[in-house]
Structure formats: C-alpha cells, structure tokens
C-alpha cells in the first residue's frame, strides 16, 4: 500500500454539479446566516459539579479545585444583559436568527428560549454541556444528542432540527445524528462558502458549514478584534466578495455571535453597522439555517425533509 492511499478520506474539492447562479430564493446571489450561541450556563464549573472550571474568557485565569464566581459572573452577563440587546437589534432590521443553543443553559432560563421561538428565530442544537465531543464513545455521544434534543423540544416547543458541536464533533457525531432521524443538518465544517449535501449511509443530509473568521469570538486576546469598527470592517469587506462571487455562483455567509461579546455595549455598535451595511445591498437574502438547509435540499432535487425521530 503506498503512503497515499493510508491518508484518510477528505473533502478538498466541491461536487462538480454545483447549482447556477439565482437560486437562493428571489435570485439573491447571497445568504446570511446570523448565528446566537447560546452557552451561558453550560460552560464548565465546579460549582455546578463539572469536573473543572471553564477556562476560555477574555482574561484567562482557571481556578482549579474550588468553584469560581469570577468566572461565572462574567457568563451571566449573556443572558442578563447582551441577549436581549442582541436580539433586539436584529429584529429591528427584520433579521431572524438561528440560536445555537446548550440544553443546559436553556434548561436555566427557559423563558428566553421559549419567548425566541415565538418571536420566529430557530433553536438549534449546540450540545447539552458546552463542551467538545472528541474522544467522546459513541454510546455517550447518542445519548448526549437525544437529551439535548429532548430538552430543546420541551422548552422551545417544537423541534430542533440543527447540530453543531462546540469545536470538535466526534468522530462519529455526523453518523449518530443521522441515526437520531431529527436532525436536517449539522455545522460541524469549516470548508466551504455554501452548503452541500451528503448521501450514503442512511437519507440525505445536509452540512451548512460554519466560520470562525467571521465571527465575534475574535474580540478574544489575539483574535485580531479590539474595536467595534474591527468586526464591522472584517465582516463587511467578507459579505460584500461573496455577494460579488454571488453573481455567478449562490454564496453563504455565517456571522457569528455570542452574547458575553458582541453583546457588551462597546461592541454592539459593529453588529448594527454591519446589519446597515448588508441592508444596503440588494439581492440578500436573510434566512436562519434550517431555511438554508431546506432550500439546499430543494437545489439537489430532494424532497421535503421531515423528522424521523
């Protein structure tokens, strides 16, 4: 066996039966995905009886062996304060978000999962705890997906149709929410600009692939976002290359947002003069990611999706 054919499958290149331009719903040569990660509450704490104390903030400091009410109040800024902000912004400019969500810190404060579900914006799946999946057995992990979805139904009241894993899936992830039967799609890729779908192994499923690049986490120390002005700029000058690629080919573009961050009064001023600048263009079309999933779907010629679960 020579040493090429020992390295794993991987997805270098697009299918080669890529959809035409035009065919995002009213010829929009673009769609925006603002996506709300909702992990306040199930990030990792000993006082909550995790086996360590989240470290990822925007000043690193882990306390080990003892709970930590420095860093637990600074994820309670989220849901007291930058959620509503956030939402509140991008329903002013008539925008629906996908709110990717933790089961644990939407079984803490149910009502602001609940009350976003009856304002029209999509809870998705982000895990139950706040944590990554590698390594994880596969016996585990399908338990973690059916009590995370079991969660988000009961509080949102209806169904969640859309994964996405905080950093690393698992190697099995993909499979076990394909053998959950609820799940449209998952996020959990980085390697492309437009949705695609995968066959084999049980229906079709549909992969909307996530950013890290536009994204706000990069207000974090090192990330390359110190001003408002940083995001706006960063992500403007991303939409507006897709939108020119969109003329020819349809394009995708992921925002996204948390609300420990974008949420704070100094930043949130980028996501509203990022919302003005996309609302100035034409031929934008503005969708959560079940939206996009389900038009994807319709692209490749497949029928309406519906839950197996």
């Not at 995002?24 to 000993?46: C, D, H, K, M, T």
């Not at 007291?80 to 939402?87: E, M, T």
């Not at 394009?251 to 996204?256: A, H, L, Y």
Request: glycine letters at 8%.
């Amino acid at each position: 066996m020579t040493a090429a054919a020992t390295l794993a499958a991987r997805d270098f290149l697009r299918p080669a039966d890529q959809p035409a331009a035009g065919r995002w719903p009213g010829g929009a040569r673009i769609a925006v995905s603002f996506v709300l990660n909702f992990e306040e509450g199930a990030e990792l704490s000993i006082a909550d009886g995790d086996e360590r104390n989240e470290p990822v903030y925007e000043v690193r400091e882990e306390v080990f062996g003892a709970p930590d009410p420095c860093m637990n109040s600074h994820y309670e800024y989220g849901p007291r304060a930058g959620f509503d902000r956030i939402l509140s912004l991008l329903e002013a400019h008539d925008v629906r978000a996908t709110i990717s969500t933790c089961a644990r810190a939407a079984e803490r404060v149910p009502s602001l999962i609940a009350g976003a579900a009856e304002r029209d914006h999509e809870i998705a799946c982000h895990g139950y705890r706040w944590e990554s999946h590698s390594g994880m057995e596969a016996a585990e992990e399908a338990r973690v997906i059916a009590r995370t979805y079991d969660s988000l139904t009961r509080i949102a009241g209806r169904a969640p149709v859309g994964w996405h894993t905080r950093s690393a899936s698992s190697v099995h992830t993909r499979r076990l929410l394909r053998e959950h039967g609820g799940f449209l799609y998952d996020s959990d890729a980085y390697n492309d600009d437009l949705p695609y779908v995968l066959s084999g192994q049980g229906a079709p499923h549909v992969v909307l692939p996530y950013s890290f690049d536009t994204n706000d986490m990069r207000f974090s120390p090192g990330g390359g976002f110190v001003f408002a002005d940083d995001f706006t700029r960063y992500c403007a000058d991303a939409f507006d290359w897709l939108w020119r690629e969109g003329a020819e080919r349809p394009r995708m573009m992921s925002v996204g947002l948390h609300q420990r961050i974008i949420g704070r009064p100094g930043r949130i001023a980028g996501l509203e003069k990022l919302l003005k600048h996309m609302r100035s263009r034409g031929d934008v079309w503005f969708a959560t990611r079940a939206e996009i999933a389900h038009e994807w779907r319709s692209v490749a010629g497949l029928p309406r999706w519906t839950a197996a679960a």
